[in-house]
């Protein structure tokens, strides 16, 4: 029994850890400070994933004063276990928020815009400087912590009707979450103190952070009841100056690089989460649709063709998205420090625009059952009609349509049941005392019985698809109901088309943002390869993410889509969503397309068109044959022995010149002639000497 076996737990938990690699006295090898096991998803893992001197990847000048930090190349599995928090806010807040209108649409963009910000200046710490321990563990009690207190605030965040209270705790939490990361950032720059570089670069983002935090808890005062505030803005702002000065602060020091880190992963492992959110929102969908159908009518056997096509639509998106993100990403190495910091930023739109992006998609699947179910219910009402024939009483007539209404709202609830059945009975009551003769002669369209029947007939009819809305979770706003309690129905009804016109609007922008910040940040991590066939192919990808982009202008006119011109049948149409999908399926064709001969390869004809690593194992066999030709030169040089006969330094054959532009390699001959001067040099002083004792033993003779 050793002593690690009497441990309880799989690894002793130290007070402090610290991921500084320091130089031992010897100044051979390097040691470790301390530092528990990190716990990495994946057992597959091993210390064969971490780096110590990270430095070397990035070909920066490290000087022995400035401290180098252990490097590792995938999350722990408490890095992990906070991300799920962020997965479990978004998708609570994505449920209790619905995007009715713009003030809550710019509402939901600042949410996720807090939301978002918050986890990356926690994860940038994360993935640089955590090491597990006592300390940290408390630390991300407090980021959990954090965590909740976004989805206490998730219930009622709305800037155009604040509750103070709501306002309030947003800003401490803030606050909180700065003052912690300021402390880790001062433990760091405790643990390096002795170092004379990367002391400064450290301190100043934990004042940063100490700044930012004493800001926020400032604002939190500024919350008055009864009143609104704009402060909030300060939240905006004071995220992006952190966001911003961070990684500005990574280019300009080695110590707060990100170079060698599992940033990149992390940012993977998000866009993962949006995307399983986004599965989550798909299968919510699924369901309203389930209890539309078959729980509603037991003879309704199978979903219409189109509604299969459209779900089928909704799950193709998500998988390629998943396949276009995850098949543009190259290798973090691949990428500067400045191309770095612009692809970790370029992440807060893209993850924003994709969340908005599934969201619409899921709606655009719900609208198409709704119109399926108004239209069963107007064919409905319209059945009835042709049972009115010039014997029929208005009493008969009114009854017909009690027949058809009072079952169907029994299985489709309204959202104010008093006051939707007190709207159909007023209704049913006013075409019962129209007078009989109304149905044995066609009247006049500007008879007032006429007018009479019209009007109950539009209010039948809107209450039916105001409850259908009601059952797919659409509910107009509450201010209907007392501002025009004569025509609410009707306006409630425009008012969830509208908010689906705001749906189109969104759903599109956003279809085309994400296939475009795609691109880009595809362009930012390929750096090589660039043939006029690839660039061909990106220019393609710009053009239609614009194209998806431009299909808005479609809906600008709200009054020309409610009144359905001919321009506008796109909207509310079948082929919104798969409008989306086939034209990110022709990026994900054009991409997997082989690459052709000819004049598509431009510059690259000659055959330098190569992949990445191939290119790096040419640099670094290059690189290699170097640095033995240094060591051999170095032997000859101090024993005046030839090392061209030893096969551990001979160079490999390399022919000319070196694709850096170094030196040229010497041949075999050349530095076997050069080893034999050198030993005839060496050699003389020993000559003459040998020759002045000669002359002096002659001379005593």
């Known amino acids: ?45 091993s210390h064969s994933h971490t780096r110590e001197d990270s430095e ?20 722990s599995n408490f890095e992990l276990f906070y991300d799920l928090w962020f997965v479990a806010n978004l998708n609570v807040f994505t449920s ?55 989805a206490e605030i998730g219930t009622h965040f709305d800037p155009d009707d604040q509750v103070v209270s709501v306002f309030r705790t947003m800003s401490l939490f803030l606050a909180g979450s700065r003052l912690v990361l300021a402390l880790q950032y001062g433990m760091v720059a405790f643990q390096i103190r002795k170092y004379a570089d990367g002391k400064r670069p450290m301190i100043f983002t934990a004042v940063l952070h100490l700044v930012a935090a004493a800001i926020y808890f400032g604002v939190s005062f500024r919350y008055d009841m009864g ?44 866009t993962l989460v949006i995307l399983g959110e986004g599965c989550i929102i798909l299968a919510k969908s699924i369901t309203l649709l389930v209890k539309d159908t078959f729980l509603k009518d037991e003879t309704y056997t199978v979903w219409s063709s189109n509604l299969i096509g459209l779900v089928a639509a909704g799950t193709a998106l998500i998988y390629i998205i998943f396949q276009l993100y995850f098949d543009w990403m190259h290798e973090d190495s691949s990428m500067s420090k400045r191309h770095q910091v612009w692809w970790t930023s370029l992440h807060l739109p893209f993850h924003i625009s994709l969340v908005l992006l599934l969201e619409a998609a899921s709606q655009f699947i719900v ?155 595809h362009v930012i991590s390929k750096r090589r390869g660039w043939s006029p066939f690839n660039i061909f192919r990106t220019a393609v990808c710009i053009s239609l993410s ?23 049948s796109f909207v509310g149409s079948s082929w919104m969503l798969p409008t989306i999908v086939l034209t990110y399926f022709i990026v994900l064709i054009m991409t997997h397309l082989p690459h052709p001969g000819g004049f598509c390869l431009g510059h690259f004809r000659k055959g330098t068109y190569k992949e990445v690593n191939e290119a790096r194992e040419t640099h670094a066999l290059a690189d290699m044959s170097k640095r033995n030709q240094h060591i051999a030169d170095f032997e000859d040089r101090r024993t005046g022995y030839s090392g061209a006969d030893s096969p551990m330094f001979s160079p490999p054959p390399l022919s000319g010149y070196d694709e850096h532009g170094a030196r040229p390699l010497l041949s075999e001959n050349k530095r076997q002639r050069r080893s034999r001067d050198r030993q005839d040099y060496d050699d003389r002083p020993h000559d003459r000497r040998r020759r002045r004792e000669s002359s002096g033993s002659h001379g005593r003779e």
């Open 1 to 45: 029994m050793n002593h690690h076996d009497l441990n309880y737990a799989g690894h002793r938990l130290q007070l402090v850890g610290s991921r500084v690699v320091e130089s031992m006295e010897s100044g051979v090898g390097h040691r470790v400070m301390p530092m528990p096991h990190q716990h990495h998803h994946g057992h597959g893992h």
């Open 56 to 75: 070397e990847l990035s070909n920066e000048k490290v000087s022995k004063d400035s401290p180098k930090f252990l490097k590792t190349e995938a999350a």
């Open 96 to 150: 209790i928020h619905d995007i009715s209108d713009l003030p809550r649409f710019n509402s939901f963009i600042g949410y996720m815009v807090l939301l978002w910000t918050t986890w990356l200046l926690t994860t940038l710490y994360d993935v640089r400087f955590t090491a597990d321990s006592v300390w940290e563990r408390c630390c991300k009690a407090v980021h959990l912590g954090v965590m909740i207190g976004f």
């Open 227 to 270: 009143k609104s505030s704009r402060v909030f803005l300060v939240w905006y702002i004071g995220g992006g100056v952190e966001m911003a000065l961070h990684l500005s602060f990574s280019q300009m020091s080695h110590v707060l690089t990100f170079l060698g880190t599992h940033l990149g992963e992390r940012l993977n492992l998000l």
């Open 367 to 521: 609208w198409a059952r709704i119109i399926e179910s108004a239209s069963a219910a107007l064919k409905k009402l319209i059945d009835a009609q042709y049972e009115i024939t010039g014997d029929t009483t208005s009493a008969e007539v009114a009854e017909v349509f009690a027949g058809v209404i009072e079952p169907f709202l029994k299985k489709y609830k309204p959202s104010d049941v008093i006051e939707t059945m007190n709207s159909v009975n007023q209704s049913l009551t006013d075409i019962a005392n129209i007078p009989n003769s109304f149905w044995t002669s066609d009247s006049p369209q500007d008879d007032p019985n006429y007018a009479h029947w019209e009007s109950d007939v539009v209010v039948l009819v809107n209450t039916m698809v105001n409850a259908i809305y009601n059952a797919f979770e659409y509910e107009p706003p509450e201010e209907l109901t007392a501002d025009n309690p004569e025509n609410w129905q009707y306006e409630a009804a425009m008012s969830v088309f509208r908010r689906f016109i705001l749906v189109f609007i969104y759903g599109f922008a956003c279809a085309g943002i994400v296939l475009l910040f795609l691109t880009i940040m």
């Open 546 to 568: 614009i194209f998806l982009a431009l299909l808005t202008l479609i809906a600008a006119n709200q009054d020309a889509v409610i009144s359905e011109e001919n321009y506008t």
